[in-house]
């Protein structure tokens, strides 16, 4: 696990549904041709396995639009939250990730915090399974505003604890590539899908957003397991801006198109300046991000 100035925060959509067929394990574990599970999956007749949003294709500029103001809107909620929960616990030495959801209608939502037993930390190693509820704080946005913290006990459910273990993967990767660099990173949890259709797989799409001038951005595919006893795999990663192009105009991008994150990044100084931000691609395309909506537009 990382210490607290390097803490990642990650962030976990919610509330978003797609109707589908899966496969499903009984409760002893063993593999079933009924929907709504997951192979592999101890907990997936649980309530947490509803029905997760397909996979964000590449060239789907609605959804990378979509996705890219969700992200801006998570930052925000984060900075809400960080406030709120320092003030709540004050200063400690606890291991943990913070998991946010924003709701549908993208004007409220929560930040979960969940912290590591000294005694889990004893291997070295944080584990997703290890990891215990510990503060939540609900918000508001427009206006951005931070409600009453509340302590909780027990262990995160089986997405949150999927997506936790993404995240650590995903952290872990990042680490060992740029070891100076610093980020929050934010989840998105998915259906696989191949010609259109649901695979019964699901995986989590983590974006390490640079927090700070010198730290590049950069998206993970992250699978689950397809067995309960495989560790989660990294089976995609792109840089989408290197740590010295997050913040010179226009946005360069070593993409082929333009991702969430980058969206993310443009429609946060759009709004600051109450200007249109500009984001260059490596195909050379030129697209325009508006202020506050995030309307992506080409040319």
Not at 33 to 61: F, K, Q, R, V
Not at 149 to 165: C, H, Q, V
Not at 207 to 216: E, L, Q, T
Request: proline letters at 7%.
């Amino acid at each position: 696990m990382f210490p607290l100035r390097r803490r990642t925060a990650s962030i976990l959509a919610l509330g978003l549904t797609v109707a589908s067929t899966g496969l499903a394990c009984d409760k002893d574990g063993s593999d079933s041709a009924e929907p709504g599970g997951m192979i592999g999956y101890e907990d997936a007749s649980s309530a947490d396995m509803a029905a997760i949003p397909p996979a964000l294709e590449d060239g789907d500029l609605e959804g990378v639009q979509e996705r890219g103001i969700t992200l801006w809107k998570m930052q925000r909620a984060m900075r809400l939250g960080d406030r709120a929960f320092s003030s709540f616990v004050g200063v400690t030495a606890a291991k943990f990730v913070a998991l946010t959801s924003i709701d549908p209608g993208g004007e409220s939502g929560q930040v979960a915090y969940y912290q590591w037993d000294e005694t889990s930390l004893d291997d070295g190693d944080a584990k997703a399974e290890e990891a215990r509820n510990w503060v939540v704080v609900p918000l508001t946005l427009d206006p951005d505003e931070a409600l009453d913290p509340t302590e909780l006990d027990g262990k995160p459910g089986g997405e949150e604890r999927r997506a936790i273990a993404a995240l650590l993967l995903a952290q872990g990767a990042a680490d060992a590539e740029y070891p100076d660099a610093r980020w929050v990173g934010y989840t998105f949890r998915e259906q696989v899908m191949q010609d259109g259709a649901p695979t019964g797989l699901r995986q989590t799409r983590v974006y390490m957003i640079g927090a700070d001038a010198k730290s590049p951005d950069i998206e993970y595919t992250v699978h689950d397991p397809s067995n309960k006893r495989q560790p989660p795999k990294i089976v995609a990663d792109e840089l989408q801006l290197a740590g010295d192009a997050t913040s010179s105009l226009p946005l360069r991008t070593p993409a082929q198109s333009v991702g969430p994150s980058t969206v993310a990044r443009a429609v946060a100084i759009a709004t600051v300046t109450d200007k249109p931000v500009k984001i260059v691609d490596a195909a050379g395309n030129k697209w325009s991000v508006a202020p506050k909506t995030g309307k992506l537009s080409k040319g």
